[in-house]
């Protein structure tokens, strides 16, 4: 559903009088609450987990000889849907299609105590620094252009357009309503609909947990055999 379909289908689930609303933005009184509630809603869930497989994603850059040193707005990775949250530092790999290989992570204080001082060598990159403000360093500073590919979390955005699509997977866009009807229950002081919002909030988080979280699959099934990793001694 968009920003708007939710909207509206959250006005109808808690019975507020009329047929909108017919934007998300322009709205006064009660509709401005609603767009309000569905937006808030959204980001608290995103932000609830850095690690939602809905916000990871890869990111592919080329290097600049002579050049080590790359910050988010280097890799159009500090603003927008494609804002980085932190990086996978397992995940960076050189030249991935050819004679790929992974770089080594070095702790930023390790490099500034030792490799960054004194003459810095140059070649194909073997290492990876990661900055305190997520911006990156290569080591040895590269001699050519090479492919480097990572793995991040996306930053947490929030819906602000009729058109705007939550990244949360569309089957569990019920679980904005739900929270956004906790809030729409307090406002309003009804505990008996705050409570029975909690209680669908609370099931479908755990299927989205279980859906969207590492090592959290098993929650929703049956059978959990597949995932038995006791270890057995012969």
């Avoid at 608290?44 to 790359?70: C, H, P, R």
Wanted: glycine letters at 6%; one cysteine or more; a negative charge.
């Amino acid at each position: 559903m968009t920003y708007l379909e939710l909207c509206q289908k959250f006005r109808r689930s808690v019975g507020i009088a009329g047929s909108g609303p017919t934007s998300v933005t322009g709205q006064t009184g009660v509709y401005e609450l609603v767009v309000d509630w569905i937006a808030d809603a959204d980001q608290m869930i995103q932000e609830m987990w850095v690690d939602w497989a809905f916000l990871w994603a890869t990111k592919t850059f080329t290097t600049t000889s002579g050049d080590n040193e790359y910050t988010l707005g280097d890799l159009s990775l500090s603003t927008g849907s494609a804002a980085l949250s932190e990086w996978d530092p397992s995940s960076f790999v050189v030249d991935p299609t050819g004679s790929w290989g992974l770089l080594n992570l070095i702790e930023y204080r390790d490099y500034r105590l030792n490799q960054k001082l004194g003459t810095v060598p140059t070649g194909k990159p073997n290492s990876v620094v990661i900055r305190p403000d997520s911006s990156i360093i290569l080591y040895p500073t590269p001699d050519a252009a090479y492919t480097i590919t990572a793995d991040y979390q996306k930053r947490p955005t929030r819906m602000s357009a009729n058109s705007d699509v939550s990244p949360i997977p569309s089957q569990f866009h019920d679980v904005i309503i739900y929270r956004a009807k906790m809030m729409y229950g307090e406002y309003e002081e009804a505990p008996e609909v705050y409570q029975s919002a909690q209680v669908d909030f609370q099931a479908m988080m755990r299927v989205l947990e279980a859906h969207s979280l590492p090592q959290m699959h098993f929650q929703n099934r049956s059978d959990t055999s597949a995932y038995d990793l006791t270890v057995r001694v012969e």
